[in-house]
Every structure is written in C-alpha cells, then in structure tokens.
C-alpha cells in the first residue's frame, strides 16, 4: 500500500496550487482521506479531511474559505485545491487514509488516531 502526494511547488502569495493524493493497492472509497502539514516549527497540523463517503469535509480554521477537499472515484484519487496562499502555509503536506473520524472541531485529533496509512509528502513553498 502506498500513498503519494504530489503537486507542491513555489508559488507566491495569494496564488493557487492542488495537491493530489493517489494510492496504489489501496481503495480510497474504502477510507476517510485527510492532508496534513509539517514543518519544523509548527510540526504537524491537520488540514482537511473528507470523509469516506465523500459528504462530509472538515478543515482547519486558518484554511477555510481557502482550501476544498475532493475526491475522485474513478481516479482513486482525493484532491486539496489551495487558493489565496499565505507564506504561512509553506509546508510539507501529505495525505492519510484512515476510518472516519469524529466530524467538527475535534476532527483532527479524532482522525490522527484513526491513520492508518501515508506516504512521502510534497513540500509547498509560498514566496511573500
């Protein structure tokens, strides 16, 4: 089973990349899917997450209005699209595969429990 996450970049503030999460040996459908972030000062950071059904989304308060989750079934793939970008945003973000967690402002800490795979991250990079 493998998680990868793609289509980080540079870009500068305010601008707009989308993140893919793609699994191989592993049906997406089957799993809650969440993207968090890393860095070296802040450590990890949940995002989002989209629930297995694909009904239900939860973001961290500092992304929304921002940042959608979707996915595609047809693709197996779940999606981040990332709007009006802040530096503060920069981080190495990675995707997760999970059982559903808890929805509303305890979800991060409910689906952090509930991982069960992820893979390499891709680093986003927003210049000021």
């Known amino acids: 089973v493998q998680l990868q996450a793609s289509g980080g970049g540079l870009v500068q503030a305010g601008g707009s990349l989308r993140l893919s999460c793609k699994a191989s040996g592993l049906s997406l459908d089957n799993y809650a899917i969440g993207w968090f972030r890393q860095t070296s000062t802040r450590g990890r950071e949940g995002v989002s997450c989209?629930?297995?059904?694909?009904?239900?989304?939860d973001y961290k308060d500092s992304v929304k209005g921002r940042f959608t989750i979707s996915r595609d079934s047809a693709e197996n793939t779940v999606y981040l699209q990332m709007s009006s970008l802040k530096p503060e945003d920069t981080a190495v973000y990675h995707c997760a595969a999970g059982s559903d967690p808890s929805h509303g402002s305890g979800w991060w800490t409910s689906f952090y429990y509930r991982m069960r795979y992820w893979g390499t991250g891709t680093l986003v990079t927003v210049s000021s």
């Open positions: 989209i629930s297995s059904s694909g009904t239900i989304t």
